[in-house]
């Protein structure tokens, strides 16, 4: 009876440390109960970032790899990829406007974002001027008979196109200057330094960045990163001219470089105040991890206009 009674202890004081051990688990889960909520345990966060790399990383890679292909497949390929993009931008500028209280002309706006890289390439720059006119008859004679426009409708159904798509028709004339190699290369050095620029002003700002370059417009950005991303560009147009793409000189290099990415940061904070003015995160959803289209080509608008004058008055054009 003795060893039956010690042994029914033993159980007890074991069930009781059982208990014990269950509501430690317990008191401990619950503690972190808010913080499995709110994403912010461990796991979670390593989960999460992971997730987002990957997705970041793969769409991405389909953006790039359709603007490569083309690049190499020719003039019309590349001058459609461009009027593709300008429509998407320009639709994605005009959601921001109607978040905004706007009512722009989608129609004859969007109309004209395809229209200008595709009469750019066919008939040269000198064309755009009239792509703009017929734009600007257009959204008048739409004013007039329309009661309900305003002249701020007005301005942003004609600011769309020229902001979003008519500088991508300077991308599409970089490539339409040679037919060739040279021509496909050198329109690639353009887009790239671009796409090193993003890169290591995101590394760079990322690990290094301390001295915020516009905190009420972009918190994110710093002057450290601004410096990094100019490496970049100084990196990729360094490699072109010495591997002599298209005849281009060190010179000409250093100074595409430095005014292409100065612009291109332009460009990056011009489309971050239009979002913030309408209370807007990102352009659109096209591009996960990233964003809209407008937000991945944002750089390009302003840096390819820059490139594009740059090497025309470099004689490259």
Known sequence: MKDKGQSNRKAEGGSVGL???????????????????????????????TEKLLTRTMSGAIYVLAIIVCLFWGILPTAALMAAMGWLCCSEFFRICRMAGRMPNEFVGLTAAIAYPIIATLYGIDMLLAVTCVLVLLVAVWY?????????????????????????????????????????????????????????????????????????ISPNKSWEGFFGGILGALLIWSVAALAGVAGLSWQLALVIALLEGFFAVVGDLFESRIKRGAGVKDSGNLLPGHGGLLDRADSMLFGGVVAYFVLLLGGLL
């Open 19 to 49: 208990d014990k051990s269950i509501d430690k688990l317990e008191i401990r889960r619950d503690s972190k109960e808010e913080r499995r909520v709110a994403g912010m345990l461990k796991g979670q966060r390593v989960r999460g970032w």
């Open 144 to 216: 007039v008979f329309n009661p309900r426009a305003n002249i701020a409708d007005v301005a942003v159904s004609v600011f769309g196109p020229v902001y979003s798509s008519m500088p991508l028709s300077c991308v599409a004339m970089i490539r339409s200057s040679d037919p060739g190699l040279n021509g496909a290369l050198l329109t690639l050095c353009v887009i790239g330094a671009l796409w090193a620029e993003d890169s290591f002003a995101y590394l760079i700002g990322s690990s290094l960045g301390r001295h915020k370059m516009a905190p009420r």
